[in-house]
C-alpha cells in the first residue's frame, strides 16, 4: 500500500513537473513573441490617426510587471506640409497599477519620458500643426485600454514654431514635469471631478509655469477648474514672438500672468491678469525700423508710461472672459477700466484671486499637486 502511495506520490509530482515546464516554455515562448506583436498592432493603430501617422522603434514587454514600454515614438502630421514631427519621446511606459489591482480596482499609468511636442504656425492651414482636431482619448484607449490612475510626463518639452514668417520665432517650455491623477475612459456623474492635474516647466527667459486643475474631461461637455500662474519672464528674451505678434521690441522688463478659468454645461467663465515690470521699449534705433512701426511702438511706450503704476513701475489689469466653449468674449470696457484702476486707484496683487465659480479655488492637496511634489 506504501509504495502504490509513493508511486502516485511521484506520478502527481511529475506530471506537475511537466505542467510547470509548458508553462515556463509557454512563458518563454510569449516573451519572445509579444514584444514584435505589440509592435506590430501599436503601428498599425498609430497609422490609422486620421491626418497623422506614427512608428515606434522598439517595444519591450515586462511580464511581471503587467507592462510594455514603447522606445522612439514618433507622430507625424501627414495632411499638410510640416516635415518636424508632432510627437517624439524617448519612452512611453503602459503598466498596471498593481497597488490598486491589489483592492480590485483594474487601472493602468502612464509614463512618458523627455517628449517633444511641437506646434507650428504656417501661412497656410498646411503649413501649420495645431493638433486639436483628433481624438486622442480613443488612441490611448487602443493602446491600452484600461481606466487610466496616473499619467505623468517627465522631463520633456512644448515647442511653438514659426519659420514661414518674415518674423520667425521658436519658443519653448522646458523641463517640463506633470502628472494627472484620476483620468477615467468614462464621465464621471453629476458634478464630480474625477481628475486632477499639476505641472510644473521652465519658460524661455527662465521664467516658471505652474498650472493645477481639477476636470472631467471625458464628459461631452467638459467640466474643469484651471489655474495658472507664470512668474518673472524675461521680455527681451522673446523679442522675436513680440515682433511677430506684438510689433514691438524691448530691452528690459519681465511679464508674470495669473489666470484662472472654470467650465460647465459647455459655457466657461475666468480671467487673466497679466503684469510688465520695468519695461523698456527701446531695443533698435528708430532709423533701423519702417516708420510705421516705430510709431506703433512709440505709441504704446507712450500708453505704457501713462497707465503704469509709478509706484511700483508696473503695467498690469484683469481681463475678464466668458462664453460658449469654442467662442470667448472679452470684457472690453473692464480690462480698459482695470488698467486705469492698476495705475491710478488700487494695484492689482500678483497671485490668483480665486474668485471663479463656486469652489473660488482648484485645491493645493490634489492627488496630482502631492504626487508632483514627491517627484521634485
Known amino acids: 500500500m506504501n509504495v502504490l502511495r509513493t508511486v502516485n506520490r511521484r506520478l502527481r509530482s511529475a506530471a506537475l513537473l511537466r505542467w510547470l515546464l509548458v508553462v515556463v516554455v509557454l512563458l518563454v515562448v510569449l516573451r519572445a513573441v509579444l514584444p514584435w506583436g505589440l509592435e506590430t498592432a501599436v503601428n498599425r493603430r498609430l497609422a490609422q490617426i486620421p491626418g497623422y501617422t506614427g512608428h515606434v522603434e522598439d517595444i519591450d514587454v515586462s511580464l511581471l510587471r503587467g507592462a510594455y514600454q514603447l522606445e522612439g515614438v514618433e507622430l ?24 490598486l489591482l491589489l483592492r480590485g480596482r483594474v487601472l493602468s499609468e502612464i509614463y512618458v519620458t523627455r517628449a517633444e511636442l511641437t506646434f507650428v504656425q ?11 482636431d483628433a481624438r486622442w482619448q480613443d488612441v490611448v484607449e487602443d493602446l491600452f485600454p484600461v481606466e487610466i490612475a496616473r499619467f ?19 519658443i519653448r517650455l522646458r523641463d517640463l514635469n506633470m ?24 519658460t524661455d527667459g527662465a521664467g516658471r509655469l505652474a498650472v493645477s486643475g481639477e476636470g472631467d474631461l471625458f464628459a461631452l461637455q467638459p467640466r474643469f477648474d484651471l489655474d495658472v500662474e507664470l512668474r518673472d519672464v524675461d521680455l527681451p528674451r522673446l523679442n522675436d514672438f513680440l515682433r511677430a505678434h ?30 510688465l515690470e520695468n519695461v523698456d521699449f527701446s531695443d533698435y534705433p528708430l532709423q533701423d525700423k519702417p516708420i510705421l512701426g516705430s510709431l506703433w511702438e512709440a505709441g504704446v511706450s507712450f500708453l505704457a508710461t501713462i497707465f503704469k503704476n509709478h509706484e511700483r513701475d508696473q503695467l498690469g489689469t484683469r481681463l475678464p472672459f466668458s462664453g460658449e466653449l469654442g467662442d470667448a468674449n472679452v470684457d472690453t470696457l473692464r480690462t480698459i477700466g482695470g488698467i486705469v484702476r ?30 508632483l511634489a514627491d517627484g521634485a
Do not use: C
Open 246 to 275: 506684438a510689433g514691438v521690441d524691448v530691452s528690459a522688463g519681465t511679464i508674470s500672468v495669473f489666470a484662472e478659468m472654470q467650465a460647465r454645461d459647455g459655457r466657461f467663465e475666468g480671467y487673466v491678469k497679466p503684469f
Open 76 to 99: 507625424n502630421q501627414t495632411d499638410g506640409t510640416v516635415e518636424i514631427p508632432l510627437l517624439r519621446a524617448e519612452e512611453i511606459d503602459f503598466s498596471l497599477a498593481w497597488g
Open 179 to 202: 502628472v494627472a491623477m484620476g483620468l477615467r475612459n468614462r464621465a464621471a456623474v453629476a458634478e464630480d471631478l474625477p481628475a486632477s492635474l499639476a505641472l510644473e516647466a521652465n
Open 122 to 132: 504656417g501661412k497656410s492651414d498646411a503649413a501649420t500643426q495645431t493638433p486639436t
Open 342 to 371: 492698476h495705475a491710478f486707484i488700487q494695484a492689482f496683487s500678483e497671485q490668483l484671486d480665486h474668485s471663479i465659480g463656486e469652489d473660488e479655488t482648484v485645491s493645493p492637496d490634489t492627488e496630482a499637486a502631492k504626487a
Open 152 to 170: 505623468e510626463i517627465i522631463e520633456s518639452e512644448i515647442r511653438l514654431l514659426n519659420k514661414e514668417s518674415d518674423l520667425p520665432y521658436d
